[in-house]
């Protein structure tokens, strides 16, 4: 195989109580890539569709971490890569690992598969640093691993599996605004109250519990975040209306979508996260403000080869 088309999803990181851990992984949302050999040695962007993209190596988050797995593999071809943005960039819902992880998931594949889908988190995280400014797999994971993850440790890096109760649904709205992920890890305090702290990593321990055991009571007590929300929130127009109304259409927890503006809302079937999804339509309805809407399975598989 010279040439392979896959499709690369769209991911929700933090999960309100697990930031920069924990993530999932969606089925609805996704962009599109498309990666060949040449013979010409070297990563190269031919093609990007849907975003104003930078198409330099060192500069492109999918041609950076391309280039990581690259010198590490030293395979006596090159690679073009070509993207299809379906995922606007800063809209909080995984864009930059979504290319990120793409592009290392389809030259692997080219390649014969000699690496697993921890080592290509590790090199996902050199091109979403490009974007953040740090190292981080809490989006990079779910989109290679498929479902939820958690990520146990960057240093070395671990990352953990974690299932997926079988009625859980996702809806997403997404405010059309830019909410940059440098700037929203800038506005986050570098020291927490111990009792803060103490709240989240029992929801953490919580959420864990809640998916090993299908509790959906128990998913709806552990989305909560005294961490980051009460700061980034701010960012967002209209982000407590939007929780209140959703949780009053019946989801079992809402929050921020990695760095906003996206927000979530977990459901328990599809039929409620519809009505989650009319509930923050009714928000942003009466606002100036444009947005989209999606309501999605979790994507268990992850990654998509279409051909």
């Known amino acids: 195989m010279n040439e392979i088309k896959i499709f690369s999803p769209a991911t929700v990181a933090n999960v309100s109580c697990g930031f920069d851990v924990l993530g999932f992984c969606l089925d609805t949302i996704g962009d599109e890539m498309v990666i060949r050999k040449t013979n010409e040695k070297g990563i190269k962007i031919t093609k990007i569709v849907g975003a104003d993209l930078p198409f330099e190596t060192g500069k492109n988050v999918a041609s950076v971490s391309a280039l990581a797995l690259y010198n590490d593999a030293k395979p006596d071809c090159g690679f073009e890569i070509e993207i299809y943005k379906n995922i606007k960039p800063g809209s909080g819902i995984?864009?930059?690992?979504?290319?990120?992880?793409?592009?290392?998931?389809?030259?692997?594949?080219?390649?014969?598969?000699?690496?697993?889908?921890?080592?290509?988190?590790?090199?996902?995280?050199?091109?979403?640093?490009?974007?953040?400014?740090c190292e981080h797999a809490d989006n990079i994971a779910p989109a290679l691993f498929g479902g939820f993850t958690l990520v146990k440790s960057t240093s070395p890096l671990q990352v953990l599996q974690l299932p997926t109760p079988k009625d859980l649904y996702v809806t997403i709205i997404h405010p059309q605004i830019e909410v940059k992920t440098s700037e929203a890890r800038a506005i986050l305090p570098q020291d927490i109250p111990l009792q803060n702290a103490i709240t989240q990593w029992s929801n953490v321990g919580s959420l864990v519990h809640a998916l090993h055991t299908n509790d959906y009571n128990l998913i709806s007590l552990s989305l909560n975040d005294v961490v980051v929300e009460p700061y980034r929130s701010q960012l967002i127009p209209h982000f407590d209306l939007v929780k209140t109304e959703v949780l009053k259409a019946g989801a079992l927890g809402a929050g921020i979508s990695g760095s906003g503006p996206s927000i979530f809302a977990l459901s328990k079937s599809k039929t409620t996260a519809e009505t989650v999804a009319k509930a923050m339509t009714q928000v942003f309805t009466n606002t100036t403000i444009a947005f989209n809407t999606y309501v999605s399975k979790i994507n268990t598989q992850g990654m998509k080869i279409i051909s």
């Open 94 to 133: 995984g864009s930059s690992s979504a290319s990120a992880a793409g592009s290392v998931f389809a030259i692997n594949h080219l390649l014969g598969n000699p690496y697993n889908a921890t080592q290509l988190t590790g090199f996902a995280m050199k091109g979403e640093a490009v974007a953040s400014g």
